[in-house]
Structure formats: C-alpha cells, structure tokens
C-alpha cells in the first residue's frame, strides 16, 4: 500500500513551522482546515504550539496512533529523518522537501543516500520535491496549497507540482469533484506506474488522469495502465509532444524520453486516451466519470438556437461522429409537441421561446429513439427561464435513460446555479458547444477499445535459430527476414558486366541492376538503380551508367544485384525501430523515395497480433490502397499482414536489432505475394562493439 | 450610414410593452439600465407610462428629437408601422419582430412587402428577426437581453441570434469589452458585408469579429472584408463547416452557401481570420485589439514551473513558432538576477518561489533581447504572492517595449483580480498555458499576410478571342486551353489500327495509347490506357486490348489518341472549379489517380497573381516536390506557375466554364516545359442548354 492510499489513523508534520510563509505551516493548516479528524502532530525543536496544536521536538515523541509523516525539513537532514520514521514505526512518508537531483550532482548523492535509509528501514515515501497529495473523501490534505476541490470519482497524479496546484486551483472554480490529487515529485521510490495501479485499485476513484512527462520503465507502464484501463477510463495529459518540448522535458525530469511516436502507439495500445490540453483532459474525465458509455457514433443535437448547434455539428462531423437519422415516429412526435416553427429534424430546435418543460419532453422522445446513442443539449442564454430549471429536467429526464447526455448551457455571467445543478447530477456541461465533440469522440473511442476482441498474439517458430544468430552476427539482413518468412524478388550479385548479363538472363527478363556499395545508403541518390531492363544491351549499358556514377559519388563499387522486376504491384514501406522506452516498434506505410514528404507512415508497439497488425495497416492510405483503389487491383494484405506480425516477433525477438527497413516492399495482387526489394538494418551500439 | 453606427438623439420603441416577460419591456428596460442619454420614447396605444416613461399612441406623437425606432410588434403590421416611420422623419429602424422568410412561404412574402415600404419611405433596417444592437460607447442598447459587455475595441456581428445573447453573456463573465455588437437577423435590407464596412469605419472598432453562416455575395464580400482587413483585423467564426453543419445553415438560412473550401480561399484571400471556436475568436480579438503585432516566429517563455511550460512549448511548436534562442547577454544577465537552481534558457523558469520582482526583471530583459519577437508569461498557482501583482508587473513592463505580452495566470478560484487588472492594462490571458499557441500564431498570420508585397494581377491578351469562342461552344477543352498558353504533348488521333501506328511513327516512339469514347470519364478503370509503347507491334496490341475493353465496359470506342510518352516528370493536377458564391477557384496538388486518396489539393480563388500562384502552389506536397526531392531534380515550377495565372484568367474570363481539370498535367525537369496530358471539363447547366 502506497502512502497517500490508506487512511492514517495520525499524520507527523516533520519541520512544521509557525510562520505562515512557510511551507511546513501551510500542511499543518491544510490538515487542520480540510478536516482530517486523526491526530495531528507538528514536530518542531522551538515551538511549542502550531495552529493551537501541541508541537513535538521530534518524531520520537508524538504520541500514538501515528502512520503517516509529512517531511518538510532541509534536504540534507531528510535521510535522517526518514531514519527516525523508521525508528519510530512510521512506515509512510510524502517528502515535500525539494533540493535532491533536480539541483545537480550534490543533490543526486543525497538522493541515492535517501533511497538507501528508507529501503534499510523499510520505509516507503512519495516525491522528493514535490508538493503533497490530496485524499477528498477521508478527507486528509497533505499539501502546502491553499484550497481543496470537492471531493468526486477523478484521480490525478502528476509529475509536475506545478500542474497539481493549477488542478487545485481549476476544480474549485470549475466546480468538479476529484477522489484523490498526487504530486509525484523526483518519483525516487513511487512513480507514476505504481500510482496508476494504486488509483485503478482505489474505489473512491473512477477515472484515473495523469500529467506524465515520462515513464519510468514502458512495458510495466503499458501492462499496468493497460489492466486499469479495463476497469477505468485512463486519461493522460503528455507533456513534452513537440521537439522543443522533449528536449525541455528531458532537462526537467532526465527521465529516458523515448518518442513521440512511441508513446503514442503505447498509450493507444494500452487505452490510455491521450487529451491534447488540460481543459481536454478533465472535460473528458468528468464525461467519462459521469455518462454511460454510447453504444454507436449518432448524436442527437437539441437546442433552442440554430447558430450554436450548427458549431456543434460542425465539431461532431470533425471528430468523426454521425448526426441520428430520427425515426420517423420521433419526429411526428416532436411535431405534435413543439412550437409550429421549430426542427424537428436533428439538430432538433425548440426555438428561443421554449423552456425546460419543452426540453424535457423533447430529450425524453429524442433518448427514447433507438437510432440516437448520445444527446448534446445546447441552451442559448435566454430571458425567460431560469438555467438552473434546466439543468434539473436534464439531470432528471437523462437519468432514466441508459445513454450519455452532454449539455452546453451557454453563457458565464447567468449559468453559475445551473452548472452547480449539472455537476451535482454528473451531467458535463462545457461552456462552448464546439466542446461537444471531443468529449463525445473521447467516450466512443473508450467504447471501440473496451470493444476489441481478446486476440493472444501468435508466436512463429517455422525457423532455424542458429541461421538466424549467424545472420544477425553478419548484419545480413536479407537472411534474417528470410529466416523470418518474409520472401525477396530473386535475385543474383554479379561482379562485372558479363556475370550481371548472365544473371539477369537466368533471372528472366526484364530486370533491375542496383549499385551495391557499403558507403552508399540511399542508392536511388547516386543514380544507382536501373529499372526496366529488357535485354542485354540494357544490363551492359546500365552496367557503364552505374559505375560512372558511384565514381563521381566517389562510392565504392563491390558490384551489382541484379534482380527480377516487379510490376503491376504496390509499394509499402515496413519497418522496425528501436525505442528507447518502448522496446520494438513496427511501422508501415507509403513507401517509395516519398516516405518524408506524404508522411504515410504509422507505428505500433511489438508484437502484434492479426488484429492488432490489421488497425496498423489500415490506419494509413497505403492501408486504404491495398484494398483495391480506382483501377489498381486488391493486393495481398494478407501477406503484409502476415509480414508485419513476423517483423514485430523479429524485433521482440532479437534485442540487439537496432533498425531494419524494408523500402520499398512491394506488394503484388492478393494472392501472389509481397516481395522485399531493399533492405537496411542497423544493430545496436552494443553489438557493433561484441561484433 | 447604417442603423447602429450614429448617436440617436431619441429613440422610439414601438411596440413596448408593461409586462416583463414582453421584449418590447426589455428593449425599454436596456435603453433605460444600460444609460442611454437621449430621449425614450414607447410607443403603446394602451399604457401611460412604462419603467416611469410616458407611452406614446403612435409613431407619429413621439415627440423631436427621435431619429431611431426599434420595432417589435406582429410581422403583419410591420411595413405600416415602417411606412410610419418614414412619415415621422425617422430613417433608421431596428425591427426585432420575427414571422417573416425564416418562417415559410407567407413570411418571405411579407419580408418583400417590408423592403418595399422601406424602400418607397427611404428608411433602412436591420433584422427582421434579430435582437437588436449594442453600442457601448454612446451607449444605446436596444436588445431585450439581460447585461451588457464593458466598453470596448472588439466590435462583433451574427447572423445568428443566440450568438449574440451567448456572447453578451459570455463577455459580461469574462470580462471583455466590445465596441458595438449587432445581431443580423434576415439581413434584408442590411447584410454582414455592409455590417463589415460599417465596422471598419467606425472609430470605436479596432477588431472586427463576426460569426458567419454564408454571405449575401462573395465577390462583395471579399472586397469589403479586405479592404477592412488591411485597416483592422478581422476575424470570422463560420458555422457550417462540414457536411452536416451545411446542410443545417441551408435550411437555416437559405443562402447560397458556397464550399467549405472556397470560404476558406475566400477568408485566406481577403485576410479574414477564420477561428474554429468562439472561444478562440475571442482569444484571437483580445490580442490582436491589445497588443502590437511580433515581428516574427520566435517566443520566449517565462514560467515559474516546467509542465505548464511544456505544455505551452509543445503548442506553439505544433502552431508553427519557435523558441527563441536567447543571446548569451540575456543568459548571463539573467543567471546573475534569478535564483540559482533556475533556467535561463528559453523557457526561463524563475521557479515557485519568485515573485513579481523576479517576473519583472525577467520580462524586462526578454523582451529588450533582439532575438525575442514576443513573450508568453506562465504564472502556476502559487501562496506566497498576489497574483494581481504579477498582473500589474506585466502590464507595466509590457507597456514600455514594442513586442506582444500574452499570459497565462493558471487556476480558477483565485485569480480574478489578477484577470481584471491585465484586462485593464490589455494583457490578454489564456486559462490554459497551450491556448497561447493559437493566439500567437494568428497574431503572426496576420503580420505575414499584412506583409504580402502589392502585386496586380496580370492580364493576358495573346490569344485569339474567336478561337476562345469557338473552342467554349464546341466544348473542345483542349484548343481552349492552347489558346491560354498551356501546351499539349504532341498527339494525333486514329479511328483505325493503322492510323496509330502511323500516327506512332510520325510522333516518335515511345508513345501512350489512349481509349476515345464519350461515354468514359475515367479511362484507366476501363483500361484504356497503353503505356510505353516502343514499336509498332506494341501499338497493334495496344489497340486490340484498348478495343477488347472498351466492348467489354459496354463503351462506344471512337478510336484512340496516340501521344508522344513523357518520361522524367512529376504529374500534377491541376484544375478549375466554379463555386456557386466566389465564382472561380483554381486548384493544385498531386495528381494521377490517386488524387482523391493523398488528399493533397488545394484551391484558391481566381484571379491569381504570381504571389498567390507561388503561395498556391507551395501550400502542397506536390509543390514541395517540384523544387526537387531525393533523387528527382527541379521540375518546371515556373511554367506551373504561369499555367495558374493563366488559367485562373480563363476562369475569370469564361462564366460558362464550371469545371476544368488536366490531370495529369505532366511537369518536366526546369526548363524543359509542362504538358497537359488528361484533360477534363464541364459547362454550366445555362450553357448546355443554350448551346
């Protein structure tokens, strides 16, 4: 059990002060103030009363029941604190105190010297240097910050202490209920894995939010989130997306950064929903934590205006979600109940005129309508109405209903009481109807991942094990992916003019000549592929051509590979890189010398699964063309598909496979095949050092 | 001049009324509250007084001066009650009464018997069915809406209602002025681009904002918004956008609605400013009202905590901006001045414990560095300082330098005063540090689109305008397109099999052999098209194949187009597209077949010049790849160019033409020229018909 996850029966405020400007006054108030109703201890050498508080000159002699202490005293003291925890039974600690690795090489000594005393006395502490925790519903408030939300079913935790008293201060304006709030600090003994396996088991919590600027170790944070996102929506914030970001974070945190892309491909496999802002992040949690899942994409819009439901719809349409075809008995119902003038069609407009009694029978049909899985409620101020009655018809008729409702009740000045209302019966409201959509997308997209079927990922064994070490002792690329399966346009290496003629002519014509030289990496640069080539006098004549042309290159030439010409295909690029958090990834996409220019290109974390390896595929437009497009005949996904799991067991595999390339692949029409046509890999630095 | 853009003398309200829940109370109870100076008069056959106010019977008794009316009475007594209005002397009228086109076929014809009147009497109006107007400088109110904004420089209209109420409302609660706010209504007499000219003209006005569903007529549109746009920003929230969206303004207001993208040419071409929410429209005036515009891309930050930092970074590297590398001057001041543990690197983190004193000097040196074009300023939530005075900071020190200051003071709950005081000094603040990104990036737009240089559309006259004729009535798109200068590949047709390889031989070999038959569009899904064909017994086949099926897709085969083969080229497309509101747009992007999959097409609005022709060209990917990518050298870029300008004058100077497309157009390495291979048109329905 981490340390803000239970609920001490007495909290020690270690360095503890009467001065209001200092941190340790600021727990010891917020303690006090937030109504923790176990014992609480300042531990002070010169006070004798904190807050009317009977002050102790040290840990050794507060009082019993007491299971938790709050360290705020100079670093370099810290260590010895822990010590006298241990000592004194306390087996849970959040170290406020800050002045440890993230002020230099001194203050990682110091950090080193904590972990050791606190594993040697078994104890256990959130941060160094971080800001506290909150629990809503014990309640007990460890922080210096001034305010508490209410309490709710949101956790977040957070790598930056900056990010939590921003939360703070936001969910008491905003009005939303957190369960528990942790600062996580240098993240020496609990990170950020460990907390969202502690929030998954927490039962006050319902939706788990996290600000992660790294993670300590991706593969236990995929399998943790990934088991938590099945029971509880997983929403995180990722600082640090851009290159000017990543390079900021990585001299914030010196965490291993890994990449963009990465955590991208490992948050969607895990079901972490990544939001793009903050304002996202908890508009999504509140949604989440409130609303029944929808079952499908189609959106029924009420309002009493055209303008803001026309921004909704536009913003639905974006985030990829459909407009209800109403049934027509819904609509003769609607006719016979609204005003003449009003839409009866989605966006079903009420017209300014109408108030909650009209929205209240107009949400009941519109829910009630089997081609409608989510209702958006758009309100346009008005003078005739209060918005609070309102949000109670909303709160009252959506509660009956098994299917989400999303409000927008336009306005600041005039919405206070209604937002209250909509909060106290967990319907999100957001201020802006455009809003809609990306809490709307963000429910569909939960359902789609709760919704994909269990698929073990299979594991190939048709191979020989030591022509596979021998290949990657040789860098021989080519050998490897065939050990693995993946097959290569025939193809001979010829040394000079004759032997090339002579291979092309046992190969069958027509067919390509490619410079082969260790210096040269993109060959396609030096002019150093000839395609299409026919007869004799081509290869002799594209012989001359290519040799030029490693000469002014200045490119050793070892020779030609002359291969059979593929046509009437696609081409793909397949690949694997190496991440430095993630482990292997596998990517796919638009091949050809365009790969940097049509940006075609996605990744996923190895090893795949069919289904798995089937959404990468079909999540880029060489995925789309596979399938057959205008003239162009279906190919043979189902190589590509077969290609993409056996590349990803290579990698998973095979740890010392830095990068391997296959650019392009060329994919024939389905059934015949899909053939490597060029190859790259790079090893590991290690190995190159072994080899 | 319009309606709301002079300072009555009086007002008359006709149609007032006693009871609360009336509009005609509350336009009397705003003119009243919100302290208007001039004379109120109600107008209402049955009450004495209204809010204290003396009624009038009619018009015709309101006493002088009275040189406004707002009108609220039954659509049907509208255009007598206008008349009246024209026989008391009163010119300007406000008619907020609905019951007219927006209600069907009787209220359209009464919308024509009202323009009539006002016609006949000289009397102009906004609306009908509109809530009225604010100034907030007279001030005059003659809305019914409850609140008013503060003063202000953004001044707003809508062609929707409810925004206006949403925005009256909005602003109120956060605390943003606007100079006058107009709700549009039917727009029968006055319409958003008259309301544009009006708002560029008036004093008050230094942003003009508007939320748009379509407008009354591109061309006038355009001319005015650019016009406006030179003077003054001018930003536009457009409902409508996606499919769905369309169709809900169609029948919301019957306009001609005009494509998605050409509104986007359209705005992109006239400098408007297109926000996708209203909350970012407002984020945009506000900072564009406030602060100087940046001389370029490069932000400094100054934070006093890294993951809001972050956050921001990751926002602005994704809108476009980069991160100032500060001069080692700035680095070496601020590490003398800023606590040791500190960044000073861009983002310069003061860290938690720095106040105002530390955030002004940090400022203060930001913005004085040559490298810094504009600073964003991060406050998180923090106990030791008031955050109104890190307000008064900011907007003292920003107030000395030329450069743009935008913040983020974080959290909810205690930062109002803060916001008060940066709205009085013309801070703008964002809530959420990523939301500077966009703010910044529109504010660089703008400077970029100021900065175009002046350049006039060059007219071409070195073509035969007989020809033009004749090819237009023969539908014969490629002599038209000769005689705009835009050259063909050789070719010759041939009704025989014979014929082609003559017409083979005389060309040169290699050539291309292309299917004829009016009843395909898209020869290659037929297969008819023959590639490469080097000998005549390639082009025997050819035709046997093409012949086969063409029988075999049941199309009518005229016989076959015998090219000269290009080879070495890029293909584009590039196309002519008449949109039902802005008239002719050009298009360019990646041709071939796969167009509608890479998606990497792009249109302007016709006529271009040669800036606009570069702008449109560079805007896609296939513009990229003309300067050269990889292995291919330069294409002809400036003949691509010059077959833009001169085709968009084809646009412009032949209504008839709704549609032309050549793709491919087939673009040689520089110099050697560009070939319109595939070429494809349509005339407008009037045309078929008279032709």
Redesign the interface.
């Known amino acids: 059990m981490l340390s803000p996850f239970f609920k001490p029966k007495g909290v020690a405020i270690i360095g503890a002060s009467r001065n209001p ?1 200092k941190l340790g006054y ?1 727990v010891v108030r917020n303690l006090k103030d937030y109504r923790y109703q176990g014992g609480i201890y300042p531990v002070n050498k010169s006070a004798t009363e904190i807050l009317d508080l009977p002050c102790y000159e040290s840990v050794a002699e507060v009082p019993d029941p007491v299971d938790l202490a709050v360290i705020i005293v100079p670093a370099s003291i810290v260590p010895k604190i822990i010590k006298q925890c241990g000592q004194r039974g306390i087996k849970h600690t959040i170290v406020i105190s800050g002045g440890f690795s ?2 230099g090489e001194e203050g990682k000594k110091l950090e080193e010297e904590l972990k050791r005393v606190a594993n040697e006395w078994d104890v256990n502490f959130i941060g160094p240097n971080c800001i506290g925790t909150i629990d809503t519903h014990t309640p007990v408030n460890t922080t ?4 508490m939300p209410e309490s709710g079913e949101i956790g977040f935790c ?6 939590v ?2 939360v ?3 969910a ?3 009005g939303v209920g957190f369960s528990r709030i942790v600062s996580l600090g240098n993240q020496v003994d609990v990170n950020e894995t460990q907390m969202i396996r502690a929030l998954h088991e927490d039962e006050q919590t319902s939706v788990i939010t996290a ?1 992660i ?1 790294g993670v300590s170790d991706g593969k236990a944070f995929m399998e943790t989130a990934q088991k938590a996102a099945k029971d509880k929506p997983v929403v995180a ?1 990722k ?7 990543a390079r ?2 990585a ?2 945190t010196g965490a291993l950064a890994g990449s963009t892309e990465a955590y991208e491909a490992a948050f969607d496999r895990a079901g972490v929903q990544q939001a ?4 996202e992040m908890f508009d999504w949690a509140r949604a989440l934590a409130w609303q029944p899942l929808p079952k499908g994409k189609n959106v029924a819009v009420l309002t ?8 909704a ?6 985030a990829g979600l ?2 209800a075809e109403l049934t027509s008995e819904t609509k003769d119902y609607l006719k016979s109940r609204l005003p003449k ?1 009003a ?1 009866v069609s989605n ?1 079903v407009d009420v017209l ?1 005129g109408s108030g909650p009694g009209t929205y209240a029978v107009a949400l009941d049909a519109l829910l009630t309508d089997k081609t409608v899985d989510s209702v958006v409620v758009i309100q ?5 109405f209060l918005p609070a009655s309102l949000a109670e018809v909303v709160g009252e008729v959506a509660g009956v209903h098994q299917k989400p409702v999303i409000t927008s009740i ?6 206070d009481e209604a937002l209250k209302i909509l909060h106290k019966r967990k319907i999100p409201n957001v ?2 109807p ?2 809609v959509a990306s809490v709307l997308a963000a429910m569909v997209n939960r359902k789609e991942w709760l919704d994909i079927p269990q698929q073990t990922t299979e594991r190939y064994t048709d191979f020989d094990e030591d022509a596979v070490q021998k290949a990657v002792l040789e860098n021989d690329w080519n050998s490897l992916l065939e050990e693995y399966g993946i097959a290569f346009p025939p193809e001979q290496f010829a040394q000079t003019e004759e032997d090339a003629i002579e291979a092309a002519e046992s190969i069958g014509y027509p067919v390509v000549v490619k410079l082969v030289s260790e210096s040269v990496s ?1 060959k ?2 030096v ?1 150093g592929v000839k395609l299409g080539l026919r007869y004799a006098e081509d290869v002799k004549s594209a012989w001359k051509e290519i040799k030029k042309s490693a000469e002014s290159a200045d490119a050793d030439m070892e020779g030609v590979q002359v291969q059979k010409m593929l046509s009437g295909g696609q081409e793909v690029i397949m690949g694997l890189r190496r991440d430095s958090q993630f482990g292997p990834m596998v990517l796919f996409g638009t091949g050809g ?2 790969v940097e ?2 940006q075609d290109v996605e990744s996923a974390i190895a090893p795949l699964n069919r289904l798995q390896a089937e959404k990468l595929v079909d999540a880029t ?1 060489a995925g ?2 596979l399938k057959g ?4 005949p279906p190919a043979d996904r189902e190589t590509v598909i077969k290609y993409l799991m056996r590349l990803s067991q290579l990698g998973d595999d095979l740890p010392n496979v830095d990068e391997l390339e296959m650019n392009p692949l060329y994919v024939l029409p389905d059934g015949q095949g899909a053939f490597a046509v060029d190859v790259r890999g790079t090893m590991t630095e290690d190995e190159k050092i072994t080899a």
């Open positions: 400007h600021g993230e002020t210096f910050v001034t305010g957070s790598q930056s202490g900056a990010m008293a921003s703070i201060d936001w008491r304006g905003a600000y600027e914030l600082g640090g997306r851009g290159e000017s970001g900021a974070v001299s914030h793009s802002t903050m304002e009493n205006a055209g303008g803001p439901a026309i921004l719809v536009d913003a639905l349409e974006k459909n407009l003038a839409s966006p300014a346009a101020p008005q003078d005739w336009m306005g600041k000045a005039s919405v201020a802006f455009e809003r993109h396609t640069e002019n010398t365009d220019l049509l437009r789309v063309k497009w205008r003239n162009q």
